[in-house]
């Protein structure tokens, strides 16, 4: 990965920090509404008796809280920098799927673009699944063309 990549990297965790220093100090840091609020008690469920109740939406991202809960306790603060992680790491299959498709230019703009916008930033820190789906779309995505180059390479 070319130094500019990684410098996209920083400066997308340094903005996070630096939203997450303001966001916890926010009365209503931890306290899930609406959506949020559905997936935070589905994965307590999960957790308190193994409820596998009708779900809404489908079932991974309460699961994906529940571990984290049972790995942290039932904090927020763990489930936003879990998010980040993911949000930054999607970055990298992100910037090799763009770099093959249209060069290494636009690659790295995507990336820019992606590590610094609002409001990724802001949906990463919300207890909702996009992030956790848009990081495991992007590793199956990039998977899926690594297996159709290899593919075509070996006729």
Same mark, same amino acid.
């Given at each position: 990965?070319?130094?500019?990549?990684?410098?996209?990297?920083?400066? @997308? $965790?340094?903005?996070?920090?630096?939203?997450?220093?303001?966001?916890?100090?926010?009365?209503?840091?931890?306290?899930?509404?609406?959506?949020?609020?559905?997936?935070?008690? &589905?994965?307590?469920?999960?957790?308190?008796? @193994?409820? !596998? @109740?009708?779900?809404?939406?489908?079932?991974?991202?309460?699961?994906?809280?529940? /571990?984290?809960?049972?790995?942290?306790?039932?904090?927020?603060?763990?489930?936003? *920098?879990? !998010?980040?992680?993911?949000?930054?790491?999607? $970055? /990298?299959?992100?910037?090799? $799927?763009? !770099?093959?498709?249209? @060069?290494?230019?636009?690659?790295?703009?995507?990336?820019?673009?992606?590590?610094?916008?609002?409001?990724?930033?802001?949906?990463?820190?919300? &207890? $909702?699944?996009?992030?956790?789906?848009?990081?495991?779309?992007?590793?199956?995505? *990039? !998977?899926?063309?690594?297996?159709?180059?290899?593919?075509?390479?070996?006729?």
């Amino acid at each position: 990965m070319p130094a500019g990549f990684w410098l996209a990297l920083a400066a @997308g $965790l340094a903005l996070r920090v630096w939203y997450f220093s303001d966001l916890i100090a926010q009365p209503w840091f931890g306290y899930p509404l609406v959506d949020a609020l559905t997936f935070d008690r &589905t994965a307590l469920g999960i957790l308190r008796d @193994g409820y !596998q @109740g009708a779900f809404s939406r489908p079932p991974l991202y309460p699961h994906f809280l529940a /571990a984290v809960y049972s790995l942290f306790g039932h904090s927020a603060a763990a489930v936003v *920098w879990i !998010q980040f992680a993911l949000g930054l790491g999607a $970055l /990298a299959p992100a910037y090799r $799927l763009g !770099q093959r498709w249209f @060069g290494q230019s636009a690659a790295l703009a995507g990336v820019w673009v992606s590590a610094i916008y609002p409001l990724r930033i802001f949906f990463e820190a919300e &207890t $909702l699944d996009v992030t956790l789906f848009t990081f495991l779309f992007l590793c199956a995505t *990039w !998977q899926l063309w690594q297996a159709i180059e290899t593919n075509a390479s070996s006729r």
